[in-house]
């Protein structure tokens, strides 16, 4: 197989503003209030 790039990625520099308290972010999985971006999708079967 020839070298060849499988993904490319774009990924900006995190600002250092709206943090979550240590506690929270540990919680929610990110220090970011921006990148809190909960789940809304479905499952396979469609519910």
Known sequence: MEACS???V????Q????LYP???ALRKGTLFTEL???FMGRTLSGR
């Open 15 to 18: 600002q250092w503003r709206g």
């Open 22 to 24: 240590i506690g929270e």
């Open 10 to 13: 774009y990924s900006p520099v």
């Open 6 to 8: 499988l993904a490319m």
């Open 36 to 38: 809190d971006k909960p």
